[in-house]
């Protein structure tokens, strides 16, 4: 259903604007910059921490595997360990017992050094080292690890471009000197720029503002889906976990998985009350996080450009079966919304007339967020936007109704073969114990 393919990776075209774009094509022309490290695997098997003085282990016997590129997510109540966790995979706890594999290796007893060299960690308020520059704080691990002087310094602006900050501008400034988004953009970039396989986040986003956090959760999608490092990442926020996550692992005390399984499957099928109770009210609201507005069927409206000439606006306005239009600036961003009347009034003045598009949408948005802009927005719909704020489409309310009423019809009969599969396994049990009555061959 969804249009126009992604840019594929590496890309064909070393001048095309985007971080791993410009990334692959400088790895053609130059021999400093490897190719990016993709995901790893990790596996956890009976991992314990046992704090000294404490009675109750913190972590008790957790294992898992997770996918190569997959992002996965723990939730759980304060105090139950995720952190702990999260920590022995890179060992910045020490466990007290199990081991923890990276792509197959034993990384239990090797040297931190050569692990952070694999994962990289960002944790809340962007743990930052106030007294260093932000770029001597995105140096610090490829210095640790031992590269040269001109690959970190290449590197450092890379990884600042790569989340969005200008080198330029920010390269020499303080932590105290950026907003808490910026901040936590630095502790992703840092996090990232020995190029780890693996990235381990806290609360990355737990301590900005509600529209912050939006961003840079999209952002971290976005980088995902260029980069497909394996990402472990912890927060509170259940709204958080489906959005991000490939899968979720919903965890209760001393870590014990409660339910490891996709946001669908939690959120239509969760596997008890403790996981019911932290999945909440409005499962259908938060159906709307599962699904990004690149996979549904957007509307379109006409549009120009202010280039156009004006009696060719005029004439497309009159023509249009609605009665409205999107101009676009000259890169193709859209600019301001155009009705019928709205030039004459103006007297022919593009400058005047219309109303300024002040809100727009990704394509990697979910249809949550584009609810949040259609409800805000006096005409009801808002306009959607590529990598470089081209327009795309637009959504409106007819779009949503038709999607939810889609995705929730999905679900209900995902639901209904689920119950049929269960039923069937009951059935052929029950058969199993009656033919086995008597015969000891039906336990086999
Ligand atoms: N250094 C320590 N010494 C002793 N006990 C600790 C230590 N660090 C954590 N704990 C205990 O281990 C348990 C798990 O802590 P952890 O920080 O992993 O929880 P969490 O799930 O990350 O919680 P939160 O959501 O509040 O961050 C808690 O009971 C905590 O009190
Ligand atoms: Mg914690």
Request: aromatic share 4%; proline share 6%; net charge negative.
């Amino acid at each position: 259903m969804s249009e126009t393919p992604e840019r594929p990776v590496p890309s064909p075209d070393p001048r095309a604007p985007g971080a791993v774009a410009d990334q692959a094509g400088s790895t053609a022309t130059s021999p400093a910059a490897p190719a990016a490290a993709s995901g790893a695997t990790i596996e956890l098997e009976n991992l314990t921490k046992r704090y000294p003085g404490s009675a109750e282990p913190a972590v008790d016997s957790v294992s898992m595997e997770i996918k190569a590129g997959e992002t996965v997510i723990f939730v759980g109540p304060s105090g139950c360990g995720k952190s702990t966790t999260l920590k022995m995979i890179n060992r910045l706890i020490e466990p007290t017992g199990g081991r923890i594999r990276i792509d197959g290796e034993d990384v239990t007893d090797i040297d931190p050094v050569k692990l952070r060299r694999k994962v990289g960690y960002a944790i809340q308020s962007s743990g930052l080292f106030p007294h260093m520059t932000v770029a001597q704080n995105i140096a610090l691990v490829p210095r640790m690890v031992g590269w040269g002087k001109a690959r970190v310094k290449e590197r450092v602006e890379e990884m600042l471009e790569l989340v969005g900050l200008d080198p330029g501008e920010f390269h020499g400034r303080y932590p105290r000197q950026l907003s808490g988004g910026q901040q936590q953009r630095v502790g992703v970039a840092r996090a990232l720029a020995a190029d780890p396989p693996v990235l381990l986040m806290d609360e990355p986003f737990g301590a900005v503002d509600p529209i912050t956090r939006d961003h840079l959760q999209d952002e971290l999608i976005r980088l995902q889906h260029e980069l497909h490092k394996t990402i472990v990442f912890v927060t509170h926020d259940f709204d958080e976990a489906i959005k991000l996550g490939d899968r979720i692992a919903v965890l209760r005390e001393r870590s014990h998985i409660a339910q490891f399984d996709t946001p669908e499957a939690i959120l239509t099928n969760p596997a008890d009350d403790f996981v019911s109770g932290f999945v909440g009210a409005g499962a259908a609201l938060k159906r709307l996080n599962l699904t990004r507005v690149r996979d549904v069927e957007m509307a379109d409206v006409p549009t120009v450009t202010i280039d156009d000439p004006l009696q060719d606006i005029f004439t497309k306005l009159r023509a249009s079966g609605t009665n409205e239009l999107l101009l676009l600036d000259k890169r193709g961003r859209p600019y301001k919304w155009l009705r019928r009347g709205d030039l004459m009034r103006a007297k022919g003045s593009l400058a005047r007339a219309g109303t300024l598009v002040h809100d727009t949408v990704t394509r990697d948005a979910t249809l949550r967020d584009a609810l949040e802009a259609v409800l805000t927005d006096n005409a009801g719909r808002v306009a959607v936007t590529g990598r470089r704020g081209e327009y795309t489409g637009v959504v409106d309310m007819e779009t949503l109704m038709n999607s939810v009423h889609e995705m929730l019809e999905a679900d209900r009969l995902d639901a209904l073969e689920h119950q049929h599969e269960l039923e069937e396994q009951r059935a052929r049990l029950t058969r199993k114990e009656q033919e086995g009555d008597g015969g000891g061959e039906a336990k086999a």
